[in-house]
């Protein structure tokens, strides 16, 4: 026990703190390990603080979590690369703990230790590491060792990379699934630093064994390991070991295998090459549209686009085209929705022509589908269609959906609708827009429900931006300053957002001339909220009109705020006064 | 003796069934002694040892977990990963100590539906032990909650920097002004600056560091049991869950209540997966009702679960998301003529158990306990009557409510035997292979085999003789007294467990817990 000198205390409190009672502040000491590192010193933080922490295992998960992260930076303060290996026996212990996180938070550590670490330091502290760990009694131990592989592996003599090779093919058959599923995951990262003989051996025999697994979870976890395999093989070798499984995998019993499969099978294209993309992906893919299970077309539906990319135009059209057009009326509203959110992506791939001929039926019975979503979806997209081929073909049928949707009874329909108001509007064009679409922007301002409301008032704002200040002077401010005669004071505070959203945009001239006055007389309501809404609005238009007409109107208007009653109004109508004070200072 | 015992046994009737077993008494844990009244919130209501049967968990109707660790086995020498396999051998019969105990569940109040939730623990499952931590899911009617119990040491620091009895109004100081308090203390009138914002980064420190800094050293090597609740499964079930039970994979788990099934994933808690639905669009349409669910022990895509209607449904989560169409169904025609207004009242399924090897299913109903192969969907292959002397009773047992007790059931680990509960206290041990006898009735007491009927029951002539294969027996026990007279309805025994790897069985009597063995 002893005291310690004044400049010291916090530091002295902060190491103290690593073993108090309250979670918080040993969180908090963690968070400062490098500064209690750096005081001290690289010698006593190799020889007291790592063993120190090294035996602070059985601390609350939170901790450990924290404590894994700081140790993955924590090599400059221990005095460099090569007393990098200090730092392994904490974390060593920290892959063996019960909680995922914290142990994926290790591995990740060490990982980032290791690949800075000096080849022969890796064979002479991270290797046995590896291996201690792979024969581990727990299965937390033998599932951190599967991420480590790829960072031991490449620095290992002939005959250690022959024993590490062995040791994973074993965890690849561990008894516990949580391991094999650790192998699984794992294998790709592996097999990228194992040398080409030896991928198509060992590397391949294990990839076998574990899609072979009796737990559909393990089956799961290679599919996604096809891919990633199926790069580091030449395409060749690819054709012969990854296209069978693969084709295998897409006719599993597990609709979750399957599911995976219709999600991956487009990365596999290139990796095997065109022709047997032909002969065997392509029917396994049209399989997989028309798969039973309903969340399998969910998945396959969705990657459509990105697998006509891959292929020949032709088969596409002869192919894909034909299911999906089974899809856009499939039984299951969410296939319709995934298929809905990704088809206009393919009328570039198909070009013009087969769009307007063969696309053009689809997006339109998508439009007219009694799902909103799917309706939403093809409307989100719209942009890719009217690049190739314009978008007269489709507005005849957009009209009644966009109309529909505006009035859908779930509000958040309505608010997805007019989140797309803009791109609309920008696809379709002034003319088409004042037709139709200018009083539905109204009459949201005028919605039930408040986040209408508020989205209505953005999207003018935003409709202002792209059409300019000329353009809404004539088609929305009019009907905007209408409607702050409305009898309801929620929708007067409505207009009064939408107010102080517009201004910016309109500018200094029509903002002193059409919108100030509006406010002004506002400040006269008889509601409160309405009152200090109006201060706040005086607030934003400062920046915008000139001092004259801040010093004019807006601090009268204030002044005579601040007198009212109301104590909330007081307060806004003071923080706005102030805020003038501080741009009269400034400038 | 190793799991696929069972499935040999039923095929191979030649090799003759084994001896009865004799039961002895082992232990009792919360005994009570005469004229004591047990509490309501005492009552056991949830018994299950792990997997390799070294703990036992019981959860009670005040939302306690009591927990036991056997203590027959500390010392055998084998290695953790034989213990994750759980085969080893042991030579005495299991015995038990208290190991510790915490609050899983509180009594809460939905807001929205006016309703209260009980604490009452309905089920308790053990989850994959790692690093000496257990892990166990325990429920009540709706929420399900992921304990760790873990040895922590106790600490007890020495060297600090700072010396805590002199520096009492720093130390809380320096705390505060990390936690919330947002003014700086000044009490001492010490340290202004003490604030950790003058611990930035960019602070220089002598290259060797500052020798007169220590680190905190702890002394203490006691250890003690804390519960922490990792993860709360919540809001995801509208009626009262009755079933949760651990998948092969070691990563999800299923929940069912009256109506659904859902499947969760352990480390999510905040979404699962509705894999059953048997809502009706109208609930006037509703005559059937889930039971109790449970996973294959083996097969990570299979599940069984049984109904109100006495039908179990086995169902493949390879075929589809939402599994309301069954690939297998298992249930027994009513022999005709032979229904009254109780036939479908007994007929519904309490409780289902696979056995270890994933081939049979036990089930329970009022009146009996049905041994079923997963592989024939004709009819159980023994049928086991549990307390058919109660037959004429079944009025007065529908008018106070106890035709609607729901019993559990059991298997031994080497699905040679089955058990299960009754009344007063008692409840039996089957022999359920082919050709064998043994029926044995005990008293959850100190002297089980008091009320034991010394004449093995024979076997009874089957009501449907079709089916060949069914063995009914035990009919004929009267057990205590023929005319049931002596049967007392408020103490039954609804809950037990038979040990994994040995004959072991631990139930619930009230707030007792017994042990027996043979």
Redo the contacts between chains.
């Keep these: ?6 400049p ?15 979670i ?2 040993r969180l ?1 000491s963690i968070r ?1 390990l ?2 209690i590192a ?8 190799r020889k ?2 790592i063993p ?1 922490l090294s ?1 602070n295992n ?1 601390d ?1 998960d939170e901790v450990l979590l924290a404590m894994a992260e700081e140790l993955g930076v924590f090599i400059p303060y221990v005095g460099g690369v090569e007393y990098a290996h200090v730092l392994l026996p904490p974390l060593e212990t920290l892959c ?5 996180c914290v142990r994926d938070k290790a591995v990740e550590s060490l990982c980032r230790i290791g690949s800075q670490m000096r080849e022969n330091d890796l064979v002479d502290w991270f290797i046995p590491l590896v291996k201690r760990l792979a024969a581990g ?4 131990a033998r599932f951190s060792a599967c991420g480590l592989f790829h960072i031991a592996y490449p620095s290992a003599s002939e005959m250690l990379k022959t024993e590490l090779r062995s040791i994973y093919s074993q965890l690849c058959q561990d ?4 391991v094999r ?1 650790a192998a699984a995951t794992n294998l790709g990262k592996f097999a990228a630093t194992v040398e080409p003989a030896h991928l198509k051996t060992d590397i391949m025999s294990m990839f076998e064994n574990l899609t072979q697994d ?4 393990v089956r799961l976890l290679a599919v996604e390991g096809c891919a990633a395999l199926g790069k580091l093989l030449e395409s060749q070798d690819c054709v012969t070991h990854i296209l069978p499984v693969i084709v295998n995998f897409s006719q ?5 295998v399957r599911y995976m499969v219709a999600n991956q099978l487009y990365e596999l294209c290139e990796a095997v090459g065109p022709e047997p993309t032909r002969t065997d992906l392509v029917p396994a893919y049209v399989r997989l549209l028309r798969d ?4 399998v077309r969910i998945a396959a539906a969705g990657k459509v686009t990105k697998f006509c990319r891959i292929l020949d135009p032709e088969l596409a059209v002869q192919h894909i085209l034909p299911c999906v057009k089974e899809l856009s009326s499939d039984s299951s509203q969410h296939v319709r929705s995934a298929l809905a959110s990704v088809i206009m992506g393919m009328a570039p791939v198909l070009g013009k022509d087969a769009t307007i001929e063969q696309l053009l039926p689809i997006f339109l019975s998508l439009l007219k589908d009694e799902f909103p979503d799917v309706r939403l979806n093809i409307i989100s997209k719209l942009d890719q269609v009217n690049q190739v081929i314009g978008i007269d073909l489709l507005s005849q049928s957009l009209l009644p959906a966009i109309v529909e949707l505006a009035e859908d009874r779930h509000w958040r329909v309505r608010l997805a609708i007019i989140e797309y108001i803009p791109l609309l509007a920008s696809q379709l064009g002034i003319g088409f827009f004042d037709d139709k679409l200018g009083a539905l922007c109204m009459q949201w301002l005028q919605d039930k429900v408040y986040s209408i409301r508020d989205a209505a008032a953005n999207n003018l704002k935003r409709l202002a931006e792209e059409f300019g200040p000329e353009w809404a002077m004539q088609h929305i401010i009019p009907q905007v300053l209408d409607m702050i005669n409305n009898p309801h004071y929620l929708y007067r505070m409505t207009i009064l957002h939408a107010i102080s959203l517009l201004a910016p945009v309109m500018g200094s001239e029509i903002t002193c001339s059409k919108l100030l006055p509006v406010v002004v007389t506002a400040s006269k309501d008889r509601v409160p909220n309405i009152k200090f809404n109006v201060a706040k609005v005086l607030q934003s238009l400062i920046h915008i009109v000139d001092q004259s007409v801040v010093e004019k109107t807006i601090r009268p208007t204030l002044v005579e705020l601040a007198e009212d009653p109301d104590v909330d109004v007081r307060y806004y109508a003071n923080q706005a006064l102030q805020s003038i004070d501080n741009v009269m200072m400034s400038s | 003796m190793n799991g696929g015992d069972g499935g040999e046994v039923a095929a191979a009737p030649s090799a003759g069934p084994p001896p009865p077993l004799e039961w002895k008494f082992s232990q009792v844990f919360g005994e009570r002694t005469a004229g004591e009244e047990v509490q309501e919130v005492d009552i056991i209501s949830a018994i299950e040892f792990d997997k390799i049967g070294d703990h036992l968990a019981t959860g009670d109707r005040g939302g306690r977990v009591v927990l036991f660790e056997r203590t027959d086995t500390k010392e055998h020498g084998g ?3 034989d213990l ?2 759980m085969d080893y051998p042991v030579s005495r019969h299991p015995e038990f100590r208290y190991k510790t105990e915490f609050q899983s569940h509180e009594p809460e109040f939905d807001y929205l539906k006016s309703l209260e939730i009980e604490e009452k623990i309905n089920k308790i499952r053990w989850c ?1 032990t ?2 000496g ?1 257990l ?1 166990l899911l325990s429920t009540n009617d709706k929420t399900i909650k992921f304990w ?1 119990v ?4 106790v ?1 007890k ?7 805590p009895s ?2 009492v109004g ?2 809380s100081a ?2 505060s002004s ?2 919330s308090s947002p003014k700086p203390y000044l009490a001492n009138g ?2 202004p ?4 914002s ?2 930035s ?1 960019d ?1 220089t ?6 020798p ?5 050293v ?1 002394t203490s090597t006691e250890t003690s049991l804390v519960a ?1 609740c ?1 993860r709360v499964y919540a809001h995801a079930h509208d009626y009262h869950i009755n079933s949760i039970s651990n998948n ?5 788990f299923i929940s069912a209540d009256d109506l659904r099934i859902n499947l969760w994933n352990l ?1 999510i808690s905040n979404q699962s997966f509705n894999i059953v639905d048997v809502k009706p669009a109208n609930m006037e349409d509703l005559t059937e009702v889930i039971t109790s669910a449970e996973f294959h022990p ?4 299979m599940l069984g679960y049984s109904s109100s209607k006495g039908s179990i449904r086995l169902i493949d ?5 939402l599994c309301d169409s069954h690939s297998k169904l298992f249930e027994e025609q009513e022999a005709p003529g032979s229904r009254s207004f109780f036939t479908e009242i007994i007929a519904s399924i309490s409780d289902i158990k696979f056995a270890k090897d994933g081939r049979y299913i036990l089930s329970r109903d009022y009146m009996t306990l049905k041994l079923w192969d997963i592989n024939m969907d004709s009819g159980p292959v023994a049928t086991l009557q549990v307390h058919e002397y109660l037959r004429p009773k079944l009025c007065d047992l529908y008018e106070n409510d106890s035709i609607f007790d729901k019993f559990e059931c059991c298997l031994s680990g080497d699905g040679l035997r089955v058990a299960t509960g009754s009344y007063s206290n008692l409840f039996r041990v089957f022999g359920c292979t082919t050709g064998s006898t043994e029926a044995t009735t005990l008293e959850a007491s100190k002297n089980p085999m008091r009320r034991q009927v010394q004449t093995p029951s024979r076997p009874s002539r089957s009501l449907s003789s079709s089916l060949t294969r069914v063995v009914r027996r035990g009919s004929e026990s009267p057990g205590v007294d023929a005319n049931g007279n002596s049967y007392d309805f408020t103490t039954k025994l609804l809950h037990l467990a038979w040990h994994p790897t040995e004959n072991s069985i631990a139930c619930a009597a009230a707030n007792s817990l017994y042990m027996y063995y043979a």
Excluded at chain 2, 150 to 153: A, G, N
């Design positions: 026990m002893s005291m310690v000198d004044e010291l205390y916090p530091i002295a409190v902060l190491i103290d703190e690593l073993k108090n009672d309250d918080q502040l908090n400062r490098n500064t750096r005081a001290l010193g690289e010698e006593r933080t007291e603080l120190f035996e059985d609350d063996t703990v019960e909680e995922t009694e727990w299965f937390t008894d516990m699934p949580m599923r009796d737990q559909d979870s599993d019993k597990s609709w979750r039973n299970e309903a969340e | 290695s953790r990963r994750e396999r994959q790692a690093n931590a892990f760790k873990q040895e922590k040491k600490k620091i020495s060297e600090m920097n700072i010396d002199k520096a720093n130390c320096s705390s990390v936690s010490g340290y600056d003490r604030s950790y003058c611990l980064n602070v420190f002598p290259p060797g560091g500052i007169s800094l220590r680190l905190p702890v922490r990792r092969s994979d070691g990563e999800t480390e083996t097969h990570c895509n989560l390879r075929q589809s998301a």
